[in-house]
């Protein structure tokens, strides 16, 4: 599996991408020990011009290259945190829609379809805007709108799985509704879902950036959307400061869509050669 | 037409229950919020403590939070959607106010990425596995991964501070005195940027599910039967293959509609456009509650409205749906 995946190009690619991206979250404390916020040198400050600030400062004087690390841990815990939620909440719903059926099924269905029928992105902003913008209000907001999909793709597989043989077996040999649910269904389940995860993770990120863009994310992190935002301020005399984190994001994003491809590509493989 | 009607009819009954759910969860949102309609109001025409009260009690806001739920329910039915704090006036009153200038971005958006998608799509499709489709699938992917705003912010240092061409915000000169197709033209040139960094996501969209069914098709017996009738490959791409691949690309266009309204939030507040979507980051810039509810509920109404009329094209495109229903 492993050197299915590392022959297609796209795996490749993003693999190296979201390597480097992980590296930069990691070592943005160790690299960046002051706070990313802090106001370090003159205000607007273009780039390559001081050693110590190679990228220079924003309109308050604060450093866009530790901005850049610090941001990349905002991206990523906050993509990865929100699309994990969503999958689990959906796979969770998912499944017990799917398994249950009658009027369980019907009422969690129309509580999807609800959720579908808002826009996910007003829903994250009246949510932030009643619970107050923090790194974990965040998280759920972006989940609220998210969870859905997998729930409805979990919910089609586990209709399927629920009359196989196997499942038949585990209600003969006496296995309680809920062990069988969980332990026998969800686990067979869950492959078109994690075939979806890059997208969710990819969505999530895209959303967490727009939330801060307008200004909900937390306040007291460093954020790409935020610094996009803040460099609108200044587009005409320095739209570097827009452009560079706009550049992470779109490779953060890029780098999952591109693993994700891969990872699908090559399990396709797998099967077909099975 | 009877099968269209029997199927509006059965869509129509499906939304009420997820309405309903909507409706309840805003009232959950409202009930979170600080403040209540009585002081939203309160905020706008004053009033003292005795008439705060007198009110609380005539809008039924003094009650358990299920007497309160009914009342806004039934406050609801009177399409009253409460009073918008920032502005002083009926939520529903800004709401349509605002909503046409978000139709017509939507619709603009839509129009493009869905023409554009589809056609490079085509092109793409026609010969799976050449340089071309190569191209635009790896350039689709890419402009995939672009967040729609700072598309925009790179479209506007292009266009408008480089080269001057385009207008930077707005939806037309502010007293320009234009009217007729003049004025049109106008609001035109201020919505090219805004209508390409909302839409352009949804071109990659189009472009890859078009090129994808076009490959799903491909392999299909009347396409092979369509070669062996010594058909033009111009004619089997366009009548046969692309045509039964674009069937899919009509289902999304509803699907998308509720994502492409939460991406305008950002796009006309970018661009300050007078739409629903600024209106709603504006309602959390002055803690409205009871705006931001208002436009989540009318969003929601839209987003069914758009699904129902995609659901009657589809039908009308498809002679399968619903063919089966009257014995069902």
């Known amino acids: 599996m492993s050197r299915l995946f590392l022959r297609s190009p796209e795996a490749v690619a993003g693999t190296?991408?979201?390597?480097?991206?992980?590296?930069?979250?990691?070592?943005?404390?160790?690299?960046?020990?002051?706070?990313?916020?802090?106001?370090?040198?003159?205000?607007?400050?273009?780039?390559?011009?001081?050693?110590?600030?190679?990228?220079?400062?924003?309109r308050l004087g604060r450093d866009v290259l530790s901005g850049l690390f610090h941001g990349a841990r905002t991206s990523l815990a906050v993509g990865l945190a929100a699309a994990a939620t969503s999958i689990i909440v959906g796979v969770l719903v998912g499944t017990i829609a799917g398994f249950a059926g009658g009027w369980v099924d019907e009422v969690l269905m129309r509580i999807t379809d609800a959720f579908q029928t808002v826009p996910g992105f007003l829903l994250a902003l009246a949510f932030v805007s009643v619970a107050g913008?923090?790194?974990?209000?965040?998280?759920?907001?972006?989940?609220?709108?998210?969870?859905?999909?997998?729930?409805r793709i979990t919910r089609a597989e586990v209709l399927s799985i629920r009359e196989r043989d196997y499942v038949a077996g585990a209600r003969v040999i006496g296995m309680h509704p809920a062990e069988i649910a969980f332990r026998e269904v969800l686990p067979n389940a869950l492959p078109p879902v994690l075939a979806l995860s890059s997208v969710i993770v990819a969505a999530a990120v895209l959303t967490e950036a727009a939330l801060s863009f307008l200004g909900l994310g937390d306040p007291n992190?460093?954020?790409?959307?935020?610094?996009?935002?803040?460099?609108?301020?200044?587009?005409?005399?320095?739209?570097?400061?827009s452009i560079v984190p706009g550049i992470a994001l779109v490779l953060t994003v890029l780098g999952v869509y591109l693993l994700g491809e891969g990872a699908v590509e090559a399990s396709a493989v797998k099967r077909g050669n099975a | 037409m009877n099968r269209a009607l029997r199927l509006i009819r059965r869509r129509l009954l499906g939304a009420v229950p997820v309405l309903l759910i909507v409706v309840v969860g805003s009232f959950l949102l409202l009930e979170a919020a600080p403040g209540d309609a009585v002081d939203?109001?309160?905020?706008?025409?004053?009033?003292?403590?005795?008439?705060?009260?007198?009110?609380?009690?005539?809008?039924?806001l003094d009650g358990t939070p299920f007497a309160r739920l009914t009342a806004y329910l039934w406050s609801l039915l009177h399409l009253d959607l409460g009073q918008s704090v920032a502005f002083s006036r009926p939520v529903l009153d800004v709401v349509l106010e605002r909503l046409p200038n978000t139709l017509l971005l939507m619709g603009a958006a839509t129009a493009l990425s869905f023409a554009l998608g589809s056609?490079?799509?085509?092109?793409?499709?026609?010969?799976p596995g050449s340089f071309r489709d190569r191209f635009l699938s790896i350039g689709s992917l890419a402009l995939y991964a672009v967040p729609g705003f700072w598309l925009g912010l790179v479209l506007v240092v292009i266009f408008t501070v480089q080269l001057r061409w385009l207008p930077?915000?707005?939806?037309?000169?502010?007293?320009?005195?234009?009217?007729?197709?003049?004025?049109?033209?106008?609001?035109?040139?201020?919505?090219?940027?805004?209508?390409?960094?909302l839409g352009f996501l949804y071109l990659a969209l189009y472009l890859r599910m078009m090129r994808a069914g076009m490959a799903e098709v491909w392999r299909m017996d009347f396409v092979l039967a369509g070669r062996a009738r010594g058909l033009s490959r111009r004619r089997i791409v366009l009548r046969h293959v692309a045509r039964n691949a674009l069937l899919p690309l009509v289902t999304m266009l509803g699907l998308q509609s509720a994502g492409m309204l939460?991406?305008?939030?950002?796009i006309e507040s970018l661009f300050a456009i007078p739409g629903l979507g600024r209106l709603a980051q504006e309602a959390v810039g002055a803690r409205d509650t009871p705006l931001l509810i208002g436009i989540i509920l009318v969003s929601a109404v839209l987003v069914i409205a758009v699904n129902l009329l995609v659901?009657?094209?589809y039908a009308a495109l498809d002679p399968r749906v619903g063919a089966g229903e009257a014995q069902a």
């Open chain 2, 40 to 60: 939203a109001y309160a905020v706008s025409f004053g009033g003292d403590a005795g008439m705060i009260a007198a009110l609380r009690e005539a809008w039924g």
């Open chain 2, 311 to 313: 659901d009657i094209a």
């Open chain 1, 16 to 58: 190296i991408i979201l390597a480097l991206l992980v590296a930069m979250a990691l070592a943005a404390p160790w690299l960046f020990p002051r706070d990313p916020l802090a106001i370090v040198g003159p205000a607007m400050l273009p780039p390559f011009q001081d050693w110590t600030l190679p990228l220079g400062t924003d």
């Open chain 2, 262 to 266: 939460g991406g305008s939030v950002v």
């Open chain 1, 221 to 241: 992190r460093v954020t790409w959307g935020g610094m996009i935002a803040e460099g609108r301020a200044v587009l005409r005399s320095a739209p570097f400061l």
């Open chain 2, 119 to 127: 056609a490079l799509g085509i092109v793409a499709g026609s010969r």
């Open chain 1, 133 to 151: 913008p923090s790194l974990g209000v965040v998280v759920v907001a972006i989940a609220l709108g998210a969870w859905t999909q997998p729930a």
């Open chain 2, 168 to 197: 930077l915000s707005g939806m037309e000169t502010i007293a320009s005195g234009k009217s007729g197709f003049g004025r049109a033209l106008d609001i035109a040139r201020h919505l090219v940027l805004p209508v390409a960094s």
